[in-house]
C-alpha cells in the first residue's frame, strides 16, 4: 500500500503514533515531519497513494493553530485520508472535528479517525511514559481499521462540537534559560515557530510561544525551565487529569 503520512509534534508522543500506524500499513512511503518552518516548507508531495495519514497533538482542545494553518494550505482533492490526534489524558474535544473539517474543505475525504494519548507536553506526572507497549498495540488495530475502510466508499463521523470551543490563550510566557547554556542553538532550530533567537538562544519572543516545551526537552544540557506562570496549570492538570487512564479510540463509520 502507497502512503503519504505527516505530522506536527513538539515532544514526539504525535510521530510515535504516526509512525506506529504508518508502519502497520506500509513499509514504504513518505512521511513528513512539518513540526519546524523548514519542515513545512518541505514540498509535501501527495501523487498516488492510497492513503494520506495525518496526525496532530490537541492544544486546548483544538488543533495547534499553526498546523491548521498549514494543513489550509494543502490540496487533499481525491485524496482518502485517516486522521489521527494525539492529547495528553484530559480531552480532545474539538480537535478530531477540526481536523475533519480542514481535510473535507480541501477535497479529502476522511475515512478514519482516532484519538490517542501522549505524556503531557506540560508534566510527565500526566500520562508518564505514554504511548506505551498497550497505545502502540492499539495504534497497529487502528492501522487494521484504515486498511479495511479503504475499499469503501465511507466519509466518518467525529465527536466534537461546532462552532470550536476558543483556543485560550494563557499570558504571554516561555521558556528561562540558565548558566548552563552553551549557544548550541539546538533550541533555536527546533523551535516549531521561531521563537528563540538563533543569535543569542538565551533570548525567546513569548509572545510567540506555543507553550509546546519542545525547547525544554531538546536541550542537551538541562539549561531551559519553563515560565513559573505554568505552575497553577500543572498543578490542576497533576490533580484532575493523572488518576484515571484514558483508552485511544477510534471512528470508522
Ligand atoms: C499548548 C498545549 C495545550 C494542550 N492542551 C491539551 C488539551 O486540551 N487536552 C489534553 O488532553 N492535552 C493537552 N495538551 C497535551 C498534549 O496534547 C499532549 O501532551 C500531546 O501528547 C503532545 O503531543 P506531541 O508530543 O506530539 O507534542 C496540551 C499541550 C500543549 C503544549
Ligand atoms: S520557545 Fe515556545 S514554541 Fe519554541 S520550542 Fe520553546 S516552548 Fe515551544
Ligand atoms: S539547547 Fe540548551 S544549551 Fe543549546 S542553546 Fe538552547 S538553551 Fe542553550
Known amino acids: 500500500m502507497r502512503v503519504c503520512g505527516i505530522y506536527f509534534s513538539p515532544t514526539n508522543t ?96 476522511l475515512i478514519a479517525a482516532g484519538a ?42 467525529v465527536p466534537g462540537n461546532r462552532p470550536y470551543r476558543e483556543r485560550r490563550i494563557s499570558h504571554p510566557m516561555g521558556p528561562h534559560t540558565g548558566d548552563t547554556c552553551i549557544q548550541c542553538h539546538l533550541c533555536a532550530e527546533k523551535c516549531p515557530v521561531g521563537a528563540i533567537d538563533f543569535h543569542d538562544s538565551r533570548k525567546a519572543d513569548f509572545e510567540k510561544c506555543l507553550h509546546c516545551h519542545r525547547c525544554i526537552y531538546s536541550c542537551p544540557v538541562g539549561a531551559k525551565t519553563f515560565d513559573r506562570g505554568m505552575e497553577p496549570i500543572r498543578r490542576w492538570l497533576v490533580e484532575h487529569c493523572s488518576e484515571k487512564r484514558l483508552e485511544p479510540e477510534w471512528f470508522t463509520e
Not at 510515535?16 to 515531519?33: A, E
Not at 490517542?116 to 508518564?128: K, L, N, P, R
Open 14 to 109: 504525535t510521530k510515535i503514533i504516526v509512525k506506529t500506524v504508518f508502519y502497520g500499513l506500509t513499509d514504504s512511503g513518505r512521511l513528513y515531519d512539518a513540526t519546524t518552518p523548514e519542515g513545512r516548507r518541505l514540498p509535501f508531495v501527495s501523487g498516488s497513494e492510497d492513503v494520506v495519514l495525518i496526525g496532530a497533538p490537541v492544544y486546548s482542545g483544538r488543533l495547534p493553530e499553526v498546523f491548521a494553518d498549514y494543513l489550509r494550505e494543502k490540496d487533499f482533492r481525491g485524496k482518502k485520508v485517516a486522521a489521527l490526534v494525539v492529547y495528553g489524558n484530559r480531552a480532545y474535544e474539538d480537535a478530531l472535528v477540526e481536523l475533519k473539517d480542514i481535510i473535507t474543505s480541501k477535497g479529502g475525504v
Open 116 to 157: 490517542f494519548i501522549g505524556e503531557h507536553s506540560y508534566t510527565s506526572e500526566v500520562a508518564f511514559g505514554r504511548p506505551d507497549a498497550g497505545d502502540k498495540a492499539k495504534a497497529g488495530e487502528f492501522a487494521r481499521a484504515i486498511e479495511k475502510n479503504i475499499s469503501r466508499e465511507i466519509s466518518v463521523e
